[in-house]
């Protein structure tokens, strides 16, 4: 069993940054594809960040050039970097790992699943 814990979540002013990290731990007997997804009140959870595998990421429009995804294998640790933060970046934030490829979409569905963390971000 693979458990996922978020840290990092916060209150920032508009511009502002954040680090999300999510460690691992568990019996992780292969690599996983990895997210980082957000979920607001009244709204399907939404994939902004991928990491595949092979280390190739994505990143949903609403988040490039300003978020950064990044895992280190040897600490089981992801990684979300948010720079110039903006009020509509504010959800409760989770990392997710599947053996498959996590999509850019909002609805999706991933094997493991942390507990997320609060991101508020005020104008």
């Known amino acids: 069993l693979v458990k996922l814990v978020e840290s990092g979540g916060g209150s920032v002013q508009s511009g502002g940054s954040l680090r999300l990290s999510c460690a691992a731990s568990?019996?992780?007997?292969?690599?996983?594809?990895w997210a980082w997804v957000r979920q607001t009140l009244g709204k399907e959870r939404e994939a902004v960040a991928v990491?595949?595998?092979?280390?190739?990421?994505n990143y949903a429009d609403s988040v490039k050039g300003r978020f950064t995804i990044s895992r280190d294998h040897a600490k089981n640790t992801l990684t979300l970097q948010m720079n110039v933060l903006k009020p509509e970046d504010t959800a409760l934030y989770y990392c997710?790992?599947?053996?498959?490829?996590?999509?850019?979409?909002?609805?999706?569905?991933?094997?493991?699943w942390g507990q997320g963390t609060q991101v508020t971000v005020t104008s």
């Open positions: 997710a790992a599947d053996d498959f490829p996590i999509e850019l979409r909002a609805g999706i569905e991933a094997h493991y």
């Open positions: 568990g019996y992780m007997y292969r690599d996983y594809n």
């Open positions: 990491i595949d595998t092979d280390g190739t990421t």
